[in-house]
């Protein structure tokens, strides 16, 4: 059995692939197994893959069509031989140490997971950002968190990451806890990462920097806003608060619904109806605040 299984979702990514393996098959922990999921590419991804499968039997591929990364990733985990999982984005890279320095971490700790820190390219002709992916500094290492008392930082301070690319997971705790990634929606990370912290008493930080993280116009984040985004981010918290009406998931869904509809007055006036009335139909108005309301009609 390998120590890491890394889980790499591909679509379209042909000008980053080769640079993104290549941190991987250079990464000082050799005992990883790679099992991409070619997403239905367009482009030359597939190509890629196998040029490197040749050269790395650490690789495996599996196609699927076009089904999103929540699907892929979900297909990667049923094949997932490791000690460990670690989610990689298709266009990032590590740091050469970074699996050994986690895996040699996680298993010193016993945690269920831990987190560390990235740093972010941002390419030209991306949409600007204004966080970054640093928050270990409000941690202590080697001190045990429970869940919904990180969380519960992590909001106050207004640095909760909900990304899964932070985090190194025990595969033991991932089948306990029967989670995997909600399919066909984006910010998928936000509800995975949420269900995995709060179900946690076992959380360690590890004060390092070991991703870089691309951000360009064909991401996620470098995307412009949409009513997809906000519909999305409805679903999270719907399921969310099936999962458990405590007060973290509230002050979740408070921190989170009240920056989306925020920034949700740059969508176009026509579509600003059918989410909002789905969130008054939720009654989600509590969430998002008078504040957030105002701006996401008027300004």
Not at 52 to 80: E, M, P, V, Y
Not at 138 to 166: A, F, Q, R, S
Not at 207 to 215: C, K, P, W
Not at 248 to 277: D, N, Q
């Amino acid at each position: 059995m390998p120590k890491v299984s890394v889980i790499l979702p591909v679509y379209n990514v042909e000008a980053y692939l080769d640079e993104a393996l290549y941190s991987l098959e250079k990464q000082t922990l050799k005992d990883i197994e790679i099992i991409a999921v070619n997403d239905g590419s367009t482009d030359n991804s597939l190509s890629i893959l196998e040029k490197h499968a040749l050269t790395d039997k650490r690789i495996s591929i599996f196609s699927q069509t076009n089904q999103g990364q929540s699907t892929a990733r979900n297909q990667a985990l049923k094949h997932a031989t490791g000690d460990y999982i670690y989610f990689m984005d298709s266009d990032d890279t590590l740091e050469y140490n970074a699996l050994e320095m986690c895996y040699q971490y996680i298993e010193s700790t016993k945690a269920d997971f831990i987190f560390f820190d990235g740093d972010i390219i941002l390419e030209e002709g991306a949409k600007g950002i204004t966080w970054d992916y640093k928050r270990t500094f409000l941690t202590e290492e080697h001190h045990k968190y429970h869940g919904k008392e990180l969380l519960d930082i992590m909001l106050d301070k207004g640095k909760h990451n909900c990304v899964v690319w932070l985090l190194l997971i025990r595969t033991e705790y991932l089948k306990r806890i029967a989670l995997n990634f909600y399919p066909g929606i984006i910010h998928e990370d936000e509800l995975f990462t949420v269900l995995l912290t709060i179900q946690s008493n076992n959380i360690f930080a590890l004060a390092q920097s070991l991703v870089r993280h691309r951000i360009h116009n064909t991401s996620t984040m470098g995307k412009h806003y949409s009513r997809r985004n906000i519909k999305c981010y409805l679903t999270v918290v719907d399921e969310l608060l099936k999962f458990e009406q405590s007060q973290i998931i509230k002050k979740f869904a408070r921190y989170t619904l009240s920056k989306v509809f925020y920034t949700g007055h740059a969508i176009p006036f026509k579509e600003k109806f059918g989410v909002f009335w789905r969130a008054v139909k939720s009654d989600y108005l509590k969430y998002i605040g008078l504040k957030s309301t105002i701006v996401f009609w008027v300004k």
